[in-house]
T-cell receptor, first 111, second 113 residues
């Protein structure tokens, strides 16, 4: 079975600061993919970043980066220089033999 | 550049009524998906399709049916709506496999009274 756990229902960060969202997962697949999706109040889901499990190098996309710890089955998202537009629900997702989403973390950004 | 379009955006139904949600994509994607999003549970896959004329069950298929008669369209049907089906429904598509980034529609908020 595949599972994705986001242990932080809600997080807050001050504008321009850095925040890290946690995600742990479990899969028996040797080859898999991990994703972070953002869902702003507009409701549309947007891909933030993707990591292939076979790649040791952590994926980065501008202010967004991940800390992929394969042995620990951890996949956290770091947002640097947080902006008001980063406020959203963030979902961690895993694709091994099927696509599974975590329950989400609400990120609030304070000005 | 429309991407994935869902129709309607909002709907209220009475228990026992039927309805169809329409998803259309203009990216020539092979794979299409229907999810439901409920508080505290993330997105759960209802049904999916890997190509025109094909459908398959996802994690929570009971009470729903789907059809993919045309490559660009993926329909989700509720034959006899139940209050437990109150949710936000998302359609998504990917080019040729699950592991590719999903392109989502804006969602449909469905309430069953």
């Amino acid at each position: 079975a595949q599972t994705v756990t986001q242990s932080q229902p809600e997080m807050s960060v001050q504008e321009a600061e850095t925040v890290t969202l946690s995600c742990t997962y479990d899969t028996s697949e040797s080859d898999y993919y991990l994703f972070w999706y953002k869902q702003p109040p507009s409701r549309q889901m947007i891909l933030v970043i993707r990591q292939e499990a076979y790649k040791q190098q952590n994926a980065t996309e501008n202010r967004f980066s991940v800390n992929f710890q394969k042995a620990a089955k951890s996949f956290s998202l770091k947002i640097s220089d947080s902006q008001l537009g980063d406020a959203a629900m963030y979902f961690c997702a895993l694709y091994g033999n099927k696509l599974v989403f975590g329950a989400g973390t609400i990120l609030r950004v304070k000005s | 550049n429309a991407g994935v379009t869902q129709t309607p955006k909002f709907r209220v139904l009475k228990t026992g009524q039927s309805m169809t949600l329409l998803c259309a994509q203009d990216m020539n994607h092979e794979y299409m998906y229907w999810y439901r999003q409920d508080p505290g549970m993330g997105l759960r896959l209802i049904h999916y399709s890997v190509g025109e004329g094909t459908t398959a069950k996802g994690e929570v298929p009971d009470g729903y049916n789907v059809s993919r008669l045309k490559k660009q369209n993926f329909l989700l049907g509720l034959e006899s709506a139940a209050p437990s089906q109150t949710s936000v429904y998302f359609c998504a598509s990917t080019g040729t496999d699950f592991y590719q980034p999903q392109h989502f529609g804006d969602g449909t908020r469905l309430s069953i009274l």
